[in-house]
Every structure is written in C-alpha cells, then in structure tokens.
C-alpha cells in the first residue's frame, strides 16, 4: 500500500478541464475522482431533480448547462448517457459543431467501444471508451469505490496511454478490451452483476415470506462465501441440490415456488439447468443422477419418476431444452432517466 503523502489538489495546477454530460449516477462520480487527481470540472449537463442533487453533492459549485455548452467550456467531456442514447447524442453534438478539435471525448458505456464516437472524430474529438466495471449509487461513496476498479478501455491505438493515465488517475485499473469484444464484454458484466441483484433480492423476498425475520443477515455470509469461492474456484466452487444431483429437492422447490412466487419459477428452472450443465461438464453431477434431474427441469412442474409428487419420468431433454438465454442487464438511472443521463455501468 502507498504511504507517501499525496499533494492536496489546491496546490497543483489542473491540467484539464473537465465536463459532464448527463449527471446520472456515473459521470459526477468519475468527475470528482478526476479532481482529486488535479484535473477541473468546469460544467455539467442534468434536468432530473435527481441529477442536480448528484452534481451538488458531487460537484459542488460546478454549474448545469446545455449539453452544447459543457463542450465549450471542457477540454476533457465525458459522455455517460444510456447506452441507447449515446450515438444519437454524439451524432447530435458532432452536427451542431459542438466539438471542437483536439477535445478528449470519454464515454462510459461499456456496450460501445470508440467507433460510437466517430462522428466527434470527424470533427477532430479525440475519442476514448472508459466503462468503469463498478455499480453506482449516486453518492460520495462511489468515489471511493473506484479504487482498484477494472476499467473496459477501448481506444485509437495512438490513445492508447492517454486512456490508461486517466484511469490510473481515477484510481482504476485497465483492461484493454478490442472493439468488436465489447458487447460480449458488456454482457458478461450484466450477467455477472445485473442477475445478481435480481436474484439477491428475489432470495430475500422468499425468505421473508418463509417467515425470516432479516433475511439480508442471513445472506450476507452465505453469499460473499459463495462469491469470494467462486471467484476463487470458478464451478468447483458449485454446491447445492443440482450439483448433487438431488431432484427431488429440485422438484419440491419448483413445486413451493410456484404456490408462493411463481414469477420465480422461469429464473429458478433457467438457473438449475444452466447449474447442471456446469456440473456435468465439470464432473460434479453424476450422470446417473442427472436423468431424474433434468426431467424435472425439462417437465417443469417438479414431477417426475422417483420424485415425490410424479409418477411418470419427464423425457430427457435436448440440448435446446437443457439452455436457455437471459436478457442481458441494461443502463438506468435512479428514479428513471431523462433522455441524456443515465448508469453506464
């Protein structure tokens, strides 16, 4: 760990000045951290009462303009819109004669890589994709967050450096990402971290109507033990009634969640197969135990042959039935977004 005193950032000159377009929960956060690094923020651009509040607490005395206007006073803009609104926004501003040459031009998106933004290199932006891999909340404590944060940096080659020294100076660390990877990049994140949540808080939601009484202490060590082993053993860190192969146990869930949630029961089915496949291709599952499994899996209603509650087996599935996909996760905005500010995570 770095010991050695750091300058305050009043007694360093700032090297650029820095704009906002789209006060959502991400561009007021990178623009502080640029300020403890001894860059300027000069403007912001936010028509939400959410997004003023952000600026404030993030950005204080740092005024909202037009989104015309943060090009003109910035050396350095960054663009954190949703991701649906960025090419439309960039094409926009490139057309209005906004941007000006040598400007810096940062997107947060983690969809998009630079090619997004080659309207504003026509116009002679010089154009960066920086997609901090964190979740926002919208305060001060994202700032702090962004502390050994992976950063999806896309770029021209010959910005290569640039991209990286911002990102350090934020506090991130680099992860160059080649343009066309970035949607497949995006969608890992969004499976990892946007799933996540939904299935967090379902979990918890079924445990209060269990009858817990605090269901996120209940969670929390179950959870980060199963998230600190599987990011230290990827799927040999799998437990559970699918990776043992015990269908009954399956069923008997299926069977519980369709009286209490059933809104849950195509995220639980989707889940165990996508498990059992892991664990079969892992050698976790046996394959004689899998049969009975994948039936209940593949029937859907927790029945099968051998398992409480069915008296006929339920086909093997194929590998069709044995899939499935999930809509990856999108950008939003606390409170919904405006059509210019949004997440970009």
Not at 242 to 259: Q, S
Request: negative net charge.
């Amino acid at each position: 760990m770095n010991t050695t005193p750091q300058p305050d950032p009043k007694d360093r000159p700032a090297r650029l000045t820095v704009g906002v377009v789209g006060a959502g929960r991400v561009g007021p956060a990178l623009a502080a951290s640029l300020q403890l690094a001894g860059h300027r923020p000069v403007a912001a651009s936010g028509v939400s009462d959410a997004s003023r509040r952000r600026a404030a607490a993030l950005l204080p005395d740092v005024p909202l303009v037009p989104p015309a206007e943060v090009l003109q006073r910035a050396e350095l803009v960054l663009l954190t819109v949703p991701d649906d609104a960025l090419p439309g926004l960039v094409t926009g501003l490139a057309e209005t004669g906004a941007v000006r040459p040598g400007q810096l031009l940062v997107h947060t998106s983690g969809r998009y890589g630079a090619r997004v933004l080659d309207p504003a290199l026509r116009a002679g932006a010089l154009p960066l994709a920086l997609h901090p891999a964190m979740t926002f909340t919208g305060t001060p404590v994202d700032v702090q967050r962004l502390a050994g944060c992976s950063f999806g940096v896309t770029a021209p080659e010959e910005l290569r450096l640039a991209a990286e020294a911002l990102v350090i100076e934020m506090g991130g660390e680099p992860e160059w990402i080649a343009e066309e990877r970035r949607p497949l990049y995006h969608a890992a994140l969004a499976l990892g971290a946007n799933h996540l949540v939904t299935l967090v808080a379902q979990s918890m939601e079924l445990l209060r109507t269990a009858g817990v009484a605090a269901p996120d202490r209940m969670l929390g060590p179950l959870l980060g033990a199963a998230l600190d082993n599987a990011l230290r053993s990827g799927d040999a860190a799998l437990t559970g009634p699918v990776a043992r192969g015990d269908a009954g146990t399956v069923a008997a869930h299926i069977e519980e969640l369709r009286a209490h949630a059933p809104q849950a029961v195509a995220g639980y089915v989707a889940m165990a197969r996508a498990t059992a496949d892991r664990a079969l291709d892992h050698g976790l599952l046996r394959a004689e135990l899998a049969e009975d499994l994948l039936g209940v899996l593949a029937d859907g209603t927790g029945t099968a042959a051998g398992v409480p509650g069915g008296a006929t087996r339920a086909p093997a599935p194929t590998d069709d039935d044995a899939t499935s996909t999930d809509d990856t996760g999108g950008t939003d905005d606390t409170g919904g977004t405006d059509g210019t500010e949004g997440d970009a995570r």
